[in-house]
């Protein structure tokens, strides 16, 4: 049973580097199962897919924060991490990693099966 648990900073000051690390249990990153993706929710709107990882070390972006967003692995320790720059009040949410089958569409949100139990990040001076 793939697990995951995201850990970082819970409060950002605007125009900071947003950082956080997904450490993944019960399955690889670099096998061709799954696919690692980092997923948030702000207050009073629905999910958003940030970005993916896959097996070989791709990343793809969602086109409307690429110019923002890293995602990075270390393989040694199974991790997968999340930058995303110039932070805003406006990317204040919960943001999660999560899993889905490498065959999956990678940015419909549904179709992800494992999930971190999300963090709380906050953007305030």
């Known amino acids: 049973q793939v697990q995951l648990q995201e850990s970082g900073p819970g409060l950002v000051k605007p125009s900071q580097t947003l950082s956080l690390t997904c450490t993944v249990s019960?399955?690889?990153?670099?096998?061709?199962?799954?696919?690692w993706s980092w997923i948030r929710q702000s207050p009073g709107k629905g999910l958003e897919w940030l970005g993916v990882?896959?097996?070989?070390?791709?990343?793809y972006y969602s086109p409307s924060l690429k110019s923002r967003t890293s995602i990075s692995r270390d393989t040694s320790k199974n991790q997968f991490s999340l930058q995303l720059s110039s932070v805003t009040p406006e990317d204040t949410a919960v943001y999660y990693c999560?899993?889905?089958?490498?065959?999956?569409?990678?940015?419909?949100?549904?179709?992800?099966?494992?999930w971190g139990q999300g963090t709380q990040v906050t953007v305030s001076s």
């Open positions: 019960g399955g690889s990153i670099t096998t061709d199962d799954y696919a």
């Open positions: 990882i896959i097996y070989a070390g791709d990343t």
């Open positions: 999560a899993a889905t089958y490498y065959c999956s569409d990678f940015v419909a949100i549904t179709e992800y099966k494992h």
